[in-house]
């Protein structure tokens, strides 16, 4: 037995949640911080070199992948992961940075981040987190009210996009079996005959991979095509479901609010309408496109999104916030009804009848961690407006960017910014050749580390026709100014006449 005159073996500076904790904390964090700022930054986005070079890199400064003995401590620790990220990683801030919907984190979202990793809160119980439970309950309300679905409304935090899209389809899934009178938690998928799942030919390929989860197998799912602005069809949507024969249950309509390629956004009113007229769910993927509603210039381009019964959406995408903080919103919250469950050590009956509940009845996970505390801390900062003279910088700039395209004859613009997304080419002198072209563009700046931009493959001739690989520009960075766009495309056509050249002397 220790005597109690025997000193404690750790001190309280050991635990984040302590006082003297928060002050390790603070102090950790500003070494680390030093460490980043003493560090060599690569001059572009990316560090320079082919990926096997600075990988093998950032391993060896990690030394062999062995538990030490004994620890470095925490400033040694922290100080060489500080320096190994910013050396040998992403710099998301960098104007040059415009390859996925992949934006720099708000400074003020990164320290409430650290504020809520320190309390280790749950969402699933009272008594893991009152307080993240009511922050996650108010920012429920303000992106219910945001989206208009109205005092029935509800939501949950996810751990992304592709599980918010899975979550919406489970609870479409359950919502078309009691329609049918059976309980799809029970009995499974062979209580729903021919489930089918409609979207976009260019909806989110995790569409698919939510069926697949659910036991709906992925041929569930089926493609309507797409017009010339890249948006579902309606009247595609209401042949496909007219011409379901026997034997086939549809499950849910998928609009996308913003396509991950060309930010398109279905019609949505007319595709609720469809939906209803058939008595099917409608799921809007709004990952990328919902914050748009921050924007008092583009909100109305989401008309209708007041009419889904379910909505994705990312604010990690147009929302500036460090990943995941991915919401899955319902416009009844009585649709949660199948994830309800009673645990003993959780959430027993008399606990949730005298207040003591969580929000594990919504979610597929148990424990869950505070995601919305950084999420609230930006819009309590920023506010609507401030949110949206963001998003409408970046739409600015990516219209700027589709003007400086049009203006180049060596480069062609495939698709214009509806949102904050510009898909363009390469032309090059010889057409049969464009497709490696481009691939050995993007190549070519990634090794440099000058610029990050995204490619993509684009059927721009209908269907059956070939696709053609192409370029991305996704612009999230509300500080970049055109100045910064127009040095970005010189950049590309610099590295497209580069390659042609290199292509020429290999020949001769």
């Given at each position: 037995m220790i005597p109690l005159t025997e000193a404690p073996l750790f001190p309280p500076s050991l635990l984040a949640g302590s006082r003297e904790g928060l002050t390790e904390v603070y102090a950790a964090l500003g070494e680390a911080i030093d460490a980043a700022l003493d560090a060599r930054r690569p001059a572009g986005p990316l560090p320079a070199g082919a990926p096997s070079a600075v990988l093998a890199s950032a391993a060896q400064a990690l030394g062999p992948a062995l538990l030490p003995a004994e620890g470095l401590g925490a400033k040694a620790a922290l100080q060489l992961l500080a320096t190994l990220l910013v050396e040998h990683g992403i710099d998301l801030s960098h104007p040059r940075a415009a390859a996925h919907l992949q934006p720099p984190p708000l400074a003020v979202a990164v320290a409430a981040d650290t504020l809520a990793s320190m309390t280790n809160a749950s969402l699933d119980t009272y008594d893991s987190g009152p307080s993240a439970i009511a922050v996650e309950r108010w920012l429920i309300g303000v992106l219910t009210r945001l989206a208009g679905l109205g005092e029935r409304a509800d939501g949950v935090l996810t751990p992304g996009g592709s599980l918010s899209n899975l979550l919406g389809l489970l609870l479409a899934r359950d919502a078309a079996a009691l329609r049918l009178g059976v309980d799809a938690r029970?009995?499974?998928?062979?209580?729903?005959?021919?489930?089918?799942?409609?979207?976009?030919?260019?909806?989110?390929?995790?569409?698919?991979?939510?069926?697949?989860?659910?036991?709906?197998?992925?041929?569930?799912?089926?493609?309507?095509?797409?017009?010339?602005?890249?948006?579902?069809?309606?009247?595609?949507?209401?042949?496909?479901?007219?011409?379901?024969?026997?034997?086939?249950?549809?499950?849910?309509?998928?609009?996308?609010?913003?396509?991950?390629?060309?930010?398109?956004?279905?019609?949505?009113?007319?595709?609720?309408?469809?939906?209803?007229?058939?008595?099917?769910?409608?799921?809007?993927?709004?990952?990328?496109?919902?914050?748009?509603?921050?924007?008092?210039?583009?909100?109305?381009?989401?008309?209708?999104?007041?009419?889904?019964?379910?909505?994705?959406?990312?604010?990690?995408?147009?929302?500036?916030?460090?990943?995941?903080?991915?919401?899955?919103?319902?416009?009844?919250?009585?649709?949660f009804t199948a994830l309800d469950r009673e645990v003993a050590y959780l959430n027993p009956a008399d606990d949730s009848e005298a207040g003591y509940d969580g929000l594990l009845g919504r979610s597929l996970q148990t424990t869950r961690r505070p995601d919305a505390v950084k999420a609230a801390a930006t819009l309590l900062t920023y506010g609507r407006s401030g949110m949206g003279r963001m998003v409408d910088a970046c739409h600015g700039l990516a219209r700027h960017a589709e003007r400086r395209i049009l203006a180049e004859p060596e480069l062609e613009l495939v698709s214009p910014a509806a949102l904050t997304t510009v898909v363009f080419r390469y032309r090059g002198a010889d057409p049969s050749a464009a497709d490696e072209l481009n691939g050995a563009l993007r190549r070519r700046l990634l090794e440099s580390g000058a610029a990050l931009i995204g490619r993509t493959e684009v059927r721009t001739a209908g269907a059956g026709s070939p696709a053609r690989v192409c370029l991305k520009f996704t612009l999230l960075n509300p500080t970049a100014t055109p100045e910064d766009i127009d040095g970005l495309v010189d950049i590309v056509l610099d590295a497209g006449r580069t390659c042609e050249r290199l292509v020429e002397e290999s020949a001769a």
């Open positions: 029970q009995d499974g998928v062979a209580a729903l005959p021919g489930p089918v799942v409609f979207c976009s030919e260019l909806a989110h390929f995790s569409v698919q991979r939510a069926c697949a989860a659910l036991g709906l197998g992925e041929s569930a799912v089926h493609l309507v095509p797409t017009d010339e602005r890249w948006r579902m069809r309606p009247e595609a949507l209401a042949a496909a479901l007219d011409g379901l024969g026997p034997g086939r249950t549809p499950l849910a309509v998928v609009a996308t609010a913003g396509t991950t390629d060309f930010g398109s956004i279905d019609p949505l009113p007319q595709i609720a309408e469809i939906a209803a007229g058939h008595g099917i769910w409608m799921h809007v993927d709004a990952a990328y496109g919902f914050g748009a509603l921050f924007s008092e210039r583009l909100a109305g381009r989401l008309a209708g999104l007041e009419l889904a019964d379910s909505v994705t959406l990312d604010l990690h995408k147009i929302g500036w916030q460090p990943a995941a903080t991915s919401v899955l919103l319902v416009s009844d919250t009585t649709a």
